[in-house]
């Protein structure tokens, strides 16, 4: 195959939109529920972020001029995953338990939501994988650069750098930030970096197999030509093996593309079963064959070629063009994977943690000084641009860094300097999930004197260039010899600044005490698998739950809100009304909204709506002995009295909810017999005086229409009452026969608004023509009539001066939610337990025309098609929400089926 520039780019635009459909594909899927796409497959997959361009190219590279020293990279990720299993599974369910958006979100919840310490973890992760995506940039541009024609200027393979990292800005824009997840999963990235973590594979293993029996002519004679090349000489250095696994096995922790797949993007922490073996199964597959390239290329090809593209340059020489593009799609696949989860992740920290709280400050306080910019405005749309803007500014300081270095000639030495910068979060990281006893100032502290360190001994030398003398003439500033170490300098950078980011972080901590909240998140961290979290305790409220609906509504979404609030409305034996502002709320809440923008963000967004401190005096004496016997029996005792306050609650509520019914139904009772009666008399009155007539003729024939037409009303109205006395019986007794037909949404809707009747009535309705183009199985005549009674009780009780309804849809995994809402004053909290229950009439008892039927019938309607149908409250008016079951489709495709 004649490979040309031309092509290669035809080429990766042909790969870059298979990889969008599949993950549009794999977005769908993961919507409708799809197992496959939250697999333990697909987990270990998409783990191989790990295994980059440096891993890819580099690592050949690394093996032609250091020997086995490349296996380094490997091993630490491979003991980890093997020797400290419990450890990764202790970080995965911290990470569901507290809705841990990424490593920043991680320590600064476990050291009291310290958002300053999430800036100092977030700017450490920028500056420290900023080198990292840049070496992803040199990697394509140099592969790129191989099949150039001869003459192409460095410019021009410089300005596709550009357009690499436009393109790669795009792809993670509109799939890491199209929408505001609670868990910060994104399935459709995950899907795609899974195809792409198999074609790497494939693509490396295919040109190790070629090299082994294609070139070489078989196992033994590779084996023969290794023992005799340059490489077979290299001689260990068990100093620098130790420290390179290290700083290996705490990449693949602290990196915050690793943090983002091992933690945020797992969904059950039973995938690291598998992922123990099959990941260094894996990293084993990815270089089993890198030694056998190595020393092929340095045997075959000229002297002074690049051996980090020996991958590439090995097949070209060999005239095997397709293999050589299957190996430029491996290398192009490792690099664009690591910048898309290197880019979310991070825009996801500078979002959550630099952006929104400079947002909120920003926003106009009240006389309190309490933020209000969290129950107005549209949070969601400036979580997302803050996260896009934040992805460009990422890329292109990536890009800019590419461009200040020029590349280096081993991509390796780019991807050490990354590893050594990241593992300075792992101390506060290790001692935080292990000790109690680890302070906020002692964790930044750390992490601060480890980052300087790291920035002088290993930044400064790669951008400033080597130095001779160290500043101010002071020789042991030297950044190649601090401290007058003369040793390796790989070595002695990260020893010197995790050393003293160790005793710095272990000396303040003694010296300093943890604050209250500090105190609070320690056992929720050190504890979480043999003790229950540490009792919350909260001053005052000075919020109501429906300043906290509406914030949550701004970040969660309206439906994702409501189901929050609703679950601990029934937890609290209140079903039909907001919940009570308890502990318990506002620890569930923070917890939803942390998933979103993060924990120290959400923190400050609830405190600042109830406007109380978050630890009490009662919290302060609560967590001043440590010792785990006593916290465990305040626990089970807070526990045990809540429980007792609830169930008498329950009681109470019971109580009166029974003596509102009996009072209703003797009020029933009463109007059934007024409701017979009534109608009865009418008809024989006047029955008897139309038969009076036949004998004296005294009644005019309009007289004897218009009494005809009394008799036929108040058969009619009698009918009515009789009908749903008994179809509220059939639908008790379980005897309704439904006929159940595929039917679209709006077909329904438009037969109910018709047969209602609201022009006459004086309702104005607003629908989703859109949204109601869906088609599901159900019985349409029993559908219908549950939304004719809900618009008729919306004409009848709707008190706004311009009365209206809106008719909201929305499709949702298992099925469809249609919401009723009106314009008017709602329902009173005290009725909104009452209104499904038989017999309940809000209004005059004694009015005619109604026996409080007409919602208890719609609830045994909703239950037998197997939905239910519940009030909303909250928003405004009275709104009813339904819930029908099924698979829905659009009409569209429904056509397209058929």
Not at 276 to 288: E, G, N, R
Not at 558 to 564: D, L
Not at 654 to 661: G, H, I, Q, S
């Amino acid at each position: 195959m004649n490979l040309t520039f031309n092509l290669l780019v035809a080429v990766c635009l042909a790969y870059v939109t298979f990889l969008f459909v599949v993950a549009f594909a794999g977005e769908r899927a993961a919507a409708k529920g799809r197992s496959l796409m939250r697999g333990p497959t697909i987990y270990t997959l998409s783990l191989s972020i790990y295994c980059t361009a440096w891993t890819f190219y580099g690592a050949v590279g690394y093996a032609a001029r250091s020997g086995l020293e490349f296996m380094t990279i490997y091993l630490g990720p491979t003991l980890v995953f093997i020797g400290w299993w419990w450890g990764l599974r202790k970080l995965v369910r911290i990470g569901r338990a507290e809705r841990i958006t990424s490593i920043a979100d991680m320590i600064s919840s476990r050291y009291g939501k310290s958002n300053l310490l999430a800036v100092i973890v977030t700017l450490l992760a920028v500056v420290g994988t900023t080198p990292y995506i840049a070496l992803q940039l040199q990697s394509v541009t140099l592969s790129f650069g191989v099949f150039a024609a001869p003459g192409t200027q460095a410019s021009e393979l410089t300005g596709l750098a550009f357009w690499v990292a436009c393109g790669l800005a795009v792809f993670t824009i509109l799939f890491g930030t199209r929408k505001l997840d609670i868990g910060e999963r994104h399935d459709g990235i995950v899907s795609a970096i899974a195809v792409e973590a198999v074609v790497k594979l494939v693509a490396l293993l295919s040109v190790g197999a070629f090299v082994v029996w294609g070139i070489n002519g078989g196992a033994a004679a590779t084996g023969e030509a290794i023992a005799t090349s340059p490489v077979a000489n290299w001689t260990a250095v068990p100093g620098r093996w130790a420290g390179l696994i290290f700083v290996s096995g705490a990449a693949v922790i602290c990196l915050p593309r690793m943090f983002q797949v091992l933690v945020v993007e797992n969904s059950d922490e039973r995938h690291l079963v598998t992922a123990s073996w099959a990941f260094p199964a894996y990293l084993m597959a990815m270089c089993i064959f890198v030694v056998p390239i190595a020393v092929t290329g340095l045997a075959r090809l000229p002297a002074g070629s690049n051996p980090d593209l020996f991958v590439l340059t090995l097949p070209l020489a060999e005239g095997q063009g397709g293999l050589a593009l299957l190996a430029f799609l491996g290398g192009f696949s490792s690099a664009t994977s690591m910048v898309i989860v290197a880019s979310v992740a991070l825009a996801t920290m500078l979002s959550n943690h630099v952006v929104m709280p400079l947002w909120l400050a920003a926003q106009n306080r009240d006389g309190r000084g309490h933020t209000q910019a969290s129950i107005s405005g549209d949070v969601r749309g400036v979580v997302l641009r803050a996260r896009r803007a934040s992805i460009l500014v990422v890329l292109a300081m990536g890009y800019l860094y590419f461009l200040a270095t020029g590349g280096t000639a081993a991509l390796a030495s780019i991807g050490l300097i990354s590893f050594v910068g990241m593992a300075q979060v792992l101390p506060a990281l290790g001692f935080g999930l292990f000790w109690t006893g680890a302070t906020r100032l002692g964790a930044a502290a750390g992490i601060v004197t480890g980052f300087f360190i790291w920035a002088w001994t290993m930044l400064v030398p790669v951008l400033a260039g080597p130095t001779t003398v160290g500043p101010f003439g002071i020789e042991w500033l030297r950044p190649e010899a601090p401290f007058g170490l003369t040793g390796d300098p790989l070595l002695s950078a990260m020893i010197l600044s995790l050393g003293l980011n160790t005793f710095v972080l272990c000396l303040t901590s003694l010296l300093t005490r943890p604050t209250p909240m500090e105190q609070l998140q320690a056992p929720r961290f050190v504890q979480v698998f043999d003790r229950t979290a540490a009792p919350r305790g909260r001053r005052s409220y000075h919020a109501g739950a429906e300043e906290l609906l509406i914030m949550a509504q701004r970040i969660l979404g309206a439906s994702e809100a409501q189901e929050v609030f609703a679950a601990e409305s029934r937890a609290q034996g209140r079903p039909s009304d907001l919940p009570e502002t308890t502990p318990d709320l506002l620890d569930r809440l923070e917890r939803k909204l942390a998933g979103s923008v993060g924990a120290a963000t959400a923190h400050a967004m609830v405190t600042g709506i109830t406007g109380d401190a978050a630890v009490s005096v009662e919290d302060l004496l609560a967590v001043a002995d440590e010792t785990a016997q006593i916290m465990d029996y305040s626990a089970r005792l807070e526990a045990s009295s809540a429980e007792l306050v609830r169930t008498a609650g329950e009681l109470r509520a019971a109580n009166d909810k029974l003596t509102a019914l009996g009072h209703q139904k003797d009020a029933f009772l009463s109007q059934v017999s007024h409701e017979l009666r009534t109608p009865m008399t009418s008809i024989r009155a006047f029955s008897e005086i139309l038969r009076g007539d036949e004998a004296d003729g005294r009644v005019s024939d309009a007289d004897r229409a218009r009494y005809a037409g009394i008799i036929l009303d108040e058969s009619e109205r009698l009918t009515r009452l009789l009908d749903d006395l008994l179809d509220l019986s059939v639908l008790e007794s379980g005897q309704v026969v439904l006929n159940p037909a595929d039917v679209t949404l709006r077909t329904v809707i438009d037969r109910a608004v018709t047969a209602a009747g609201t022009v006459s009535l004086g309702l104005r309705i607003d629908r989703d023509p859109e949204g109601e183009d869906v088609t599901l199985r159900t019985d349409p005549d029993r559908l219908s009539q549950v939304f004719i009674n809900l618009i008729t009780n919306a004409a009848k009780y709707c008190d706004a001066d311009d009365p209206a309804l809106r008719i909201a849809v929305m499709a949702v995994a298992d099925g469809v939610i249609v919401d009723f809402t009106d314009n008017g004053s709602g329902i009173a909290a005290t009725d909104r337990g009452l209104i499904f229950e038989k017999f309940a009439r809000l209004s005059d008892q004694t009015a005619a025309g109604s026996a409080g039927l007409g919602l208890a019938i719609c609830r045994e309607v909703m239950a037998r098609l197997g939905g239910s149908i519940d009030y909303l409250p909250g928003q405004g008016g009275a709104a009813f929400r339904l819930r029908l079951p099924g698979e829905t489709r659009t009409a569209g495709t429904a056509r397209a089926a058929e």
